[in-house]
């Protein structure tokens, strides 16, 4: 069994994170699709081809969801980068309405370059918060996971989930989880 903690595993093993996260967001996209087809297709060779989608997930979500739950929980937390998050969060919604105002003046193809401009600052500035090689990436797509109609796959997201998660950030994380139950 591994027994590194979260950051150091990825500081060891750098270019792990972004395959391994490269792999999560794929199979969960891919489930999330087969979910959504199994539902709208009701009954026939559709719902089959869906529900085969669902039995057969994608070939990296087993072995990336085992590999984060034999991690280690990090107990390391930067009060520094905490702050810098919220003052990110509180500018966002200035940034949002910025982007909005150059895409209304802009053609519709310069339109598309300014969103995916605005979006790669985004995701940069995200990445510079959280830093590049933080297993607290994982946590929205093993969450996505965690809402998977196989039951195998809800299991190990579930265990994939607790050593992402910083002791101080649970109870957050609790109240959000029983919240989103119907």
């Given amino acids: 069994p591994l027994s590194a903690e979260g950051t150091e595993f990825f500081q060891r093993y750098p ?8 792999q999560l967001r794929e199979a969960a996209a891919e489930l999330e699709d087969a979910e959504a087809a199994t539902a709208a297709a009701g009954h026939g ?7 085969a989608a669902l039995a ?11 590999i984060l739950s034999r991690l280690k929980a990090s107990h390391i937390r930067d009060e ?3 702050h810098g998050q919220q003052e990110q969060q ?13 895409v209304g003046e802009a053609p519709e193809a310069e339109a598309a370059a300014v969103v995916a401009t605005a979006a790669a600052t985004a995701t940069a500035s995200v990445a510079t918060y959280m830093g590049s090689l933080t297993p607290v990436a994982f946590t929205p797509l093993v969450q996505r996971c965690a809402t998977a109609a196989p039951y ?8 994939a ?9 649970a109870p957050a994380l609790l109240q959000q ?4 139950i119907p």
């Fill in 177 to 180: 989880l029983l919240a989103s």
């Fill in 45 to 51: 060779g559709r719902a089959a081809a869906a529900a």
């Fill in 90 to 102: 509180l500018r966002l919604p200035q940034q949002l309405e910025q982007v909005g105002e150059e």
């Fill in 80 to 82: 520094s980068s905490v």
């Fill in 56 to 66: 057969n997930p994608h070939p990296g979500l087993y072995p990336v969801l085992i």
């Fill in 152 to 159: 195998a796959v809800r299991r190990l997201a579930a265990q």
């Fill in 15 to 22: 270019a792990l994170h972004g395959f391994l996260l490269a």
């Fill in 161 to 169: 989930l607790g050593p992402l998660v910083a002791p101080q950030d």
